[in-house]
Structures are given as structure tokens and as C-alpha cells.
């Protein structure tokens, strides 16, 4: 098929789709007739059709509407993996002389032996989550603008999804689905790295309970998990204004996306001398910490929780509140949207 060549899709209410550019691979063709199928078999089910042997099944657009972005955009769980290989092959090359530093660690009081010990596995739990982060932010930048450039939007328009659903579906994944990958991937190479470091020194002639005791691998994933959804509602505002820069701009959307907050953050700083928009910017990015956790320098234990505190936080609902408005304004604009 040539690039000005018309490829013309009808669903079962005979609407037309046309797609005109880039000719889409055989398999994103499969993955997008298998939806389809998917789709139209919960429409047959639906419209009263009584076959003996036909099994009816409930509709379930945006169960295959999320599904569909997973096979879509392989790096929201390609680009984590990748990251904790770099960081295993990192710490396996940080332990060559591990058993005479740990010997010296066990030396020192228990809140210093326990940060030093802990230190690598924070560190891979913090590379791993902005991971997340960051795939999340460009992966909502190109929802919905890579279906207007690819002009595959009239295509995924003649399908039985709503514009509403496909939007929620769009937001589900970094609000939903990408903490459960890095949660699951952070988990794994943290217990990756104890079961190394615990061969390790016992083959030294150690004894590997430091590792998992001043290490709760059990507590840890839970404050993790808790964590992991306290920075996935307080970063909502940020992933649905990045879906509405998707599906409004024509290009360059991370320069749309982020240039209008650099500008009033200087048309602030020069006009009035005062910075109050960079700090409200820097709160949303990094204030989720001081109000889902209590950080208390004299406790050995980790960080306690206060998720009460976190769901009164004005902020956070307020955050909800633009995330939920920027998400309405995504799904009307849809509508009236076309190819690029």
C-alpha cells in the first residue's frame, strides 16, 4: 500500500474508517483485529442473537481498551525491565569486596548499620519509580497523539468504544497499571539482590540474617505498594494534562506540555520577584512525600505511615479535581479530532 493509498475498515454498523500514511505492521493488524473481534462478539451477544451454541458474554470495551495499550506500547513495562538489568548488573558489580564492608557496617549502631544496608536497595526502588514516572508522563504525551499522527484514530472511532471509555482506559495505565508493573519489578530485584548478597557472604563464611533482617523484604513491599498509589493520585493532574496536550497539539507535544508552566514561572519571577508558581510546580512533583509519610530522623524503623493525613491533604483532592477536569476536556475534544 503506498503512502497515498486509502485502507477503508467497516464495523458492523457499516461505518467507514479511513486511515491514509503509515501502513500499520502485521502484528499491531492482528492485535487490532483481534480487539475488534473482541468488540463486535460482546455486541452479538448483546443484541439478542439466541444461538444454542453461542455463549453469551458480557461487553467489555474497556477491559480490551486497556489491553489494547499494553500491546500497543511495549515500553511501559519494557522500559522498567531494562532499568532494574542496569541496576542488578550495577550492584553485582558494587558487591566485589562486599563481605569486608558489610563486617565493617555490622561495627557501627543499628541506625547506621541499617541505612547502609538498606542504601542499594533504595536506590534501585527510586531509579525503578521515576522509571515509571517518566514513562508515564510521555506515554500519556503520545495517547492520543500518536493515533492522530498514524491517522489510525478513525479506525479505533468506528469500533464500539466511546470516546469516554477510551480516554479512562488511557488513564488507567499510569494511574493503575504502571505502579503494579514497577511495584512487582521493584520487588523482584530487590529479592534478586538479597538472594546475591546472601550467597554471597556465605561464601565468606558469613551469616546472611543481616541482609534480611535489617531488609524486611514484607513490610518493605507493603509501605512500597502504599507508596507507589500515593505518588500515582498526587501525579493524576500532571497525566491527564499531559493527555490534553496529546490530543490537542500537532506536534512537539512535550514542549506544548511544559513551556506554558516555564513561562509563568518567569513572567512570575521577573514581573514580581516572588517564585510561589515554581514552588506549587515542585510540590506537585515531589509534596506527596511530607503528607503520605512521617519521616522522624530518631526512628531506626522506616518511614511510618499516615494515609489519613494523605487523604485529607487539600491538595491532593484539589490535584484529583484537575486531573478529573483535564480528562473531561481530553474526551470532548476527542470527538471533534481527526488525523493530523
Known amino acids: 500500500m503506498g503512502p497515498k493509498e486509502e485502507e477503508k475498515v467497516r464495523d458492523d454498523g457499516g461505518v467507514i474508517a479511513s486511515t491514509r500514511g503509515r501502513v500499520r505492521s502485521p502484528e499491531r493488524c492482528r492485535r487490532v483485529v483481534f480487539i475488534y473481534q473482541m468488540n463486535s462478539e460482546s455486541n452479538i451477544a448483546t443484541s439478542g ?70 542504601a542499594p536497595y533504595d536506590m534501585a526502588a527510586i531509579m525503578l519509580i521515576l522509571t515509571s514516572f ?52 521493584v520487588v523482584a530485584t530487590q529479592l534478586v539482590m538479597m538472594l546475591w548478597t546472601s550467597v554471597l557472604l556465605i561464601s565468606h563464611g558469613m551469616s546472611p540474617a543481616s541482609t534480611w533482617t535489617y531488609v524486611p523484604l514484607l513490610r518493605n ?67 506527596f512525600a511530607p503528607e503520605a509519610f512521617a519521616f522522624n530522623a530518631h526512628l531506626i524503623d522506616s518511614p511510618q505511615l499516615t494515609p489519613l493525613k494523605y487523604l485529607s491533604t487539600p491538595g491532593l483532592w484539589l490535584g484529583l479535581i484537575f486531573a478529573a477536569l483535564f480528562l473531561v476536556a481530553a474526551v470532548r475534544q476527542r470527538r471533534y479530532r481527526g488525523p493530523i
Not at 508515564?136 to 466511546?162: N, T
Open 221 to 287: 513491599s507493603f509501605i512500597l505498594l502504599y507508596g507507589l498509589a500515593a505518588i500515582a493520585l498526587w501525579h493524576a493532574p500532571i497525566y491527564g494534562w499531559a493527555l490534553l496536550i496529546s490530543g490537542l497539539a500537532r506536534r512537539a507535544t512535550f514542549l506544548w506540555a511544559v513551556l506554558p508552566f516555564f513561562a509563568i514561572a518567569f513572567f512570575e519571577r521577573i514581573t514580581f520577584g516572588t517564585s510561589h508558581f515554581a514552588s506549587m510546580l515542585k510540590d506537585r512533583l515531589m509534596g
Open 49 to 118: 442473537v439466541s444461538d444454542p451454541g453461542y455463549r453469551a458474554a458480557r461487553p467489555q470495551p474497556f477491559y480490551w481498551s486497556v489491553w489494547r495499550e499494553l500491546w500497543e506500547n511495549r515500553s511501559i513495562y519494557v522500559a522498567p525491565i531494562l532499568v532494574a538489568i542496569v541496576v542488578l548488573f550495577g550492584f553485582l558489580v558494587s558487591t566485589i569486596g562486599l563481605p569486608e564492608r558489610r563486617r565493617e557496617v555490622l561495627l557501627l549502631d543499628p541506625a547506621k548499620a541499617r541505612a547502609a544496608i538498606e
Open 134 to 185: 517518566i514513562v508515564g508522563v510521555f506515554y500519556c504525551l503520545d495517547a492520543l497523539y500518536g493515533e492522530r499522527r498514524d491517522r489510525s484514530i478513525m479506525f479505533w472511532k468506528s469500533l464500539p468504544v466511546s470516546d469516554r471509555t477510551t480516554l479512562v482506559s488511557k488513564a488507567t495505565i499510569p494511574l493503575v497499571v504502571l505502579p503494579l508493573v514497577t511495584f512487582a519489578i
